[in-house]
């Protein structure tokens, strides 16, 4: 019964005898509820942000020799553990010097666990079960993630959705350390089998994932396949994405723009090292570790990266957002790694100007040449345009490579060199080098004699 249908009562409502309204449930305004599981212990419905248990009077639920045998006190602290609602999650602090156990495993004094439907609590010692957490109203919709992720992750906020999925903040159950997780659905038959999101594609992206490993590529932590659905975790960039900070009203100027370019063009020439093709570099594809200039940045989304293979280094599919893509590829052209050369370009120059180059088709053109209008390029350094220029050059053959690009006097600075080295690397890489003959970037210590050894492809 509602709280609406007390307030207009029937006159035969009104006669009913106490013991008869008593009864009368009333409405529930509890967000979860600790279901006992020890004989002489109440459930507790939770109302409130926080609760706690312990032998303390101040505690919300008291142990006492009436309700816990007295061999048994003396595991329990005077508060053992403390539950806090914080938004969508739930939250349980163990305070305890004897323990306080979720699920049998011991979560650990002064540490931090994610409360989740159907936990189990036990104090003092692991048979000491007490509570199992039932969530009531609908804090999350953690059955949004497939039964064994679930165990381990509570799910949060939406962080964005795009056309065949969405990517959703999550929380390691154990650790609190968050992830996001992003939800791929399946394309059916019906649907297609040439779209981003058919199961050859998706296998694809995730074979990628697991062969990437390098600080400058958003690492996968799990992954769980389902009949209609893959959810991948993934590394949680808590800055955003590149655009963002671009567009802010206090713009990046050239040297800091320079620093996050050259973290983005270590992580490309490690993808080609690898012969992968990224197929979709842009600024929303580039994410922040945090919101501010001197980020650790990372590449993301490989839905439509590709293997490239030695006897097949090219493809002619059309694919990536419009204003970014290559010439070649809009001309269904054969094209390679230098069609990712071309986006880097796109995003230098929309760094450096917040614009872009080329708004319209003329870029097709074999005569299109970039130009530096407004205001904003007045401060902008020759060598940054002359490096611009290279990249976006529509010839394939005359546009720079990788490694002259990585050697280019407009990268060649020592002091940022060695700024992206320490943010990368640790306190102890000093200068971030380029080797151009394995398409890798390396880190030099101060205190090695040499470098370390190259690497070839073949490694």
């Not at 009913?16 to 109440?42: E, F, M, V």
């Not at 769980?224 to 960039?237: G, K, N, Q, R, W």
């Not at 299109?368 to 401060?379: A, E, K, N, Y």
Request: proline share 5%.
């Amino acid at each position: 019964m509602s709280c609406q249908s007390l307030d207009t009562q029937t006159p035969d409502l009104l006669s009913l005898t106490p013991a008869t309204k008593a009864n009368i449930i009333q409405p529930i305004h509890a967000w979860g509820r600790l279901y006992s599981t020890y004989l002489h212990l109440s459930p507790v419905d939770l109302e409130v942000e926080s609760y706690s248990l312990g032998r303390a009077e101040s505690c919300d639920i008291i142990i006492t020799q009436d309700n816990i045998p007295i061999h048994r006190i003396v595991a329990i602290s005077k508060v053992h553990f403390v539950i806090t609602k914080e938004d969508s999650l739930v939250l349980i602090k163990d305070m305890s010097k004897n323990g306080t156990y979720l699920n049998g495993n011991l979560i650990g004094k002064g540490r931090t666990n994610i409360l989740q439907n159907d936990d189990e609590i036990a104090i003092g010692f692991k048979g000491l079960k007490v509570y199992i957490f039932k969530i009531i109203c609908d804090l999350d919709d953690n059955k949004y993630l497939p039964e064994k992720l679930r165990k381990k992750y509570q799910i949060s906020k939406l962080l964005g959705r795009g056309a065949c999925g969405e990517v959703k903040l999550c929380f390691e159950k154990e650790t609190l350390r968050p992830f996001a997780v992003k939800k791929i659905v399946k394309a059916t038959p019906l649907n297609g089998k040439n779209k981003i999101n058919c199961p050859e594609k998706i296998a694809r992206e995730i074979n990628i994932l697991r062969a990437l490993q390098h600080p400058g590529v958003v690492s996968m932590k799990d992954i769980e396949d389902t009949v209609d659905s893959v959810f991948i975790i993934l590394e949680y960039m808590e800055g955003g994405e590149l655009n963002g900070l671009v567009e802010t009203t206090h713009p990046i100027n050239e040297a800091q723009a320079k620093q996050l370019f050259y973290q983005i063009a270590v992580a490309v020439a490690y993808l080609h090292s690898n012969g992968i093709i990224h197929r979709d570099l842009k600024p929303e594809n580039i994410l922040l570790k945090t919101p501010y200039p001197d980020s650790i940045v990372k590449i993301s989304d490989f839905g439509l990266s590709r293997f490239l293979d030695e006897e097949n280094d090219f493809q002619r599919t059309v694919c990536g957002t419009p204003m970014y893509v290559a010439p070649e590829v809009l001309r269904r052209e054969l094209y390679g790694y230098q069609a990712d050369i071309w986006s880097l370009g796109v995003v230098l120059y929309f760094m450096l100007g917040r614009d872009l180059p080329f708004k319209h088709e003329r870029r097709l053109s074999q005569t299109s040449q970039v130009t530096f209008c407004g205001d904003t390029w007045l401060s902008i350094s020759e060598d940054a345009k002359d490096l611009v220029r290279r990249m976006l050059t529509v010839d394939v053959r005359e546009r720079i490579k990788m490694d002259d690009l990585m050697v280019h006097p407009w990268i060649v600075d020592t002091g940022m060199l060695n700024k992206v080295g320490e943010l990368l690397y640790g306190e102890h890489s000093t200068f971030a080098a380029y080797d151009s003959e394995s398409d890798e970037s390396i880190i030099v210590d101060s205190d090695d004699e040499a470098p370390p050894p190259k690497r070839s492809r073949t490694d």
